[in-house]
């Protein structure tokens, strides 16, 4: 360090203020002199404001070390970011330049970037959940999902807030459950975060496997001039297929038909369910390892365009196969399901997943340049993620040609209802493909992260210890594709455990033991509360039983 430089750390030390509205990371030390303040040039700017302000910042200086809290400089007495300045004792000023401040997203950012955080892989179940519901219970419970998942995130989103004396700015929501339950509070939300990203990892190996299975089909019946049978319509854009004709063993169904078989050697080596997810290993294993994941997090633009595509395809195919709708209040028809089903729970199984976003809410809205908008572009956020649930669901399920087909023939994988020679569903899985084999890596790092942190107290504690727990996620994946490659049960059982914890039971503990002690809890909030905790519940025992 040169002589030049230690004064004007010396007199950054010495100086230290800092303004509660500013995340700790994000928190410059200035120290104000009403003299000789530079930007580019040696010429004196100085005012009588300058003057007041070095004043008042000095006299709370004098009240509190920066340490406390309690009388800390009120945000009106701090300048404004672009006025920030570090200062020498030799009488020159150098202007803060950039900064983290600087990097606030304004609202519609903030809004889309929620949106594209909880567009998943749970957008192809709704049709079948919207199935297994009925129709128009389906839609009655996408949106009360919707609402009750809200304001559990605007709970988990205040919960810092009601912490009095307390720096939260740097806190996340396994910090809050630690400050009111003790380590057990955040070893629970951990455990509860680490089972909602092994279980989209889970997803995300099965649907990776079905995708590289039809992408691989398509190609070899291109190439050998193998076509698919015809299953509805004229043409290659309109089939539709029921891959799984015996959905019901006490109902006949009476029309069904599939893909041909594409060569006897070809669907040796070329299955979904018997080689596909082992191939998988070859390419996912080795990017499992890497130290850092921010090379893949460069294509995370990729999902936006997915969603986008996947609302065009399915405008497209509804206006092209029209709407097959019969409203059946209570009893099934033969190709028709009832509008109230006893199985509505899987559906809400799923959106729990769906809605999902509680875990990583607080760091997302720290980024929002307007702190005070954003319960408002939280609501805006989930309002346009239940729009896109419901348009999704609604056409699929009310375009889906009944007859010939029944609507039970919907599967928990939408894109499996039209054949691999479709093209435009095509490009769909391969866009779907080559993004979830970017994303896979990222959800191994968060995994890693959460865990070997909190374990090890370090993100890489050695490659051993690495490569073993991407063998135990790697292993969970492969085991579910290959025995049991249902995405609607795997998305709706762990939307239900992790969302029992983090949606329901913690967010409305926290509330009620937060008002508790201010003396401020009365019987309605309590039992709404608790409503809320016996809902979770409910929500998971109900995945077993229905």
Not at 237 to 265: F, K, Q
Request: with cysteine.
């Amino acid at each position: 360090m040169d002589e030049d430089s230690k004064p004007l750390l010396g007199s950054v030390q010495a100086g230290e203020y800092y303004t509660d509205s500013l995340d700790p990371k994000q928190r410059r030390p200035f120290h104000v002199e009403p003299r000789n303040i530079v930007e580019d040039d040696a010429q004196e700017r100085v005012s009588a404001e300058a003057a007041a302000l070095s004043s008042r910042v000095h006299y709370y200086g004098r009240l509190t070390a920066s340490s406390d809290r309690l009388l800390a400089p009120p945000d009106h007495v701090i300048p404004s970011f672009e006025d920030l300045y570090i200062y020498s004792p030799l009488g020159t000023a150098f202007k803060v330049q950039g900064g983290d401040s600087a990097a606030k997203n304004p609202s519609i950012v903030t809004i889309f970037a929620i949106w594209n955080t909880m567009m998943g892989t749970s957008i192809l179940s709704i049709p079948w959940g919207i199935k297994q519901a009925g129709f128009t219970l389906g839609i009655i419970i996408i949106v009360l999902m919707g609402l009750l998942t809200l304001y559990c995130c605007y709970r988990v989103l205040k919960s810092t807030k009601s912490i009095p004396y307390v720096d939260t700015s740097d806190w996340e929501f396994p910090d809050v459950c630690k400050y009111y339950f003790g380590a057990f509070g955040k070893w629970l939300s951990l455990i509860f975060s680490l089972v909602s990203l092994i279980g989209a990892m889970v997803v995300y190996w099965v649907l990776m496997s079905n995708f590289l299975f039809n992408t691989g089909k398509f190609i070899y019946n291109y190439v050998h001039n193998v076509s698919s049978s015809d299953t509805f319509g004229t043409n290659g854009t309109d089939r539709v297929i029921c891959p799984y004709p015996d959905v019901d063993p006490n109902r006949t169904l009476l029309y069904y038909a599939s893909e041909n078989s594409t060569g006897h050697v070809f669907d040796h080596w070329w299955s979904k369910t018997n080689t596909i997810p082992f191939y998988l290993i070859i390419l996912l294993l080795p990017l499992l390892n890497f130290r850092s994941a921010s090379f893949f997090a460069r294509f995370t633009f990729l999902g936006t365009i997915s969603v986008l595509y996947l609302i065009f395809l399915v405008t497209y195919k509804a206006i092209r196969l029209g709407f097959h709708l019969e409203f059946h209040w209570f009893d099934s028809s033969t190709f028709f399901v009832p509008e109230f089903r006893s199985l509505f729970v899987q559906l809400s199984g799923v959106l729990t997943l769906a809605f999902f976003i509680h875990n990583c809410i607080i760091t997302l809205m720290k980024s929002n340049r307007h702190q005070e908008n954003n319960v408002r572009d939280l609501s805006l956020a989930y309002l346009l993620v239940g729009l896109t649930y419901l348009y999704v669901g609604v056409l699929i399920f009310a375009a889906f040609p009944s007859p010939p087909l029944s609507k039970e023939c919907i599967e928990p994988n939408f894109l499996d209802n039209f054949p691999s020679s479709d093209i435009l569903v095509f490009v769909a899985r391969t866009f779907l493909l080559f993004q979830m084999t970017t994303v896979y890596p990222l959800l191994g790092y968060l995994v890693r992260v959460q865990l070997m942190g909190q374990i090890f107290g370090d993100h890489y504690p050695g490659f051993l210890h690495v490569f073993l727990l991407n063998v135990v996620v790697v292993g969970a994946g492969v085991l579910t594709a290959r025995f049991y490659p249902n995405i609607g049960s795997i998305i709706r059982y762990s939307g239900a455990i992790c969302g029992l914890a983090l949606v329901f039971v913690l967010p409305s503990l926290i509330h009620m033991v937060s008002l508790r002690r201010r003396g401020e809890l009365s019987w309605p909030s309590a039992l709404f509360h608790g409503f809320l905790v016996l809902l979770g519940v409910a929500n998971l025992f109900g995945q077993f039983f229905m």
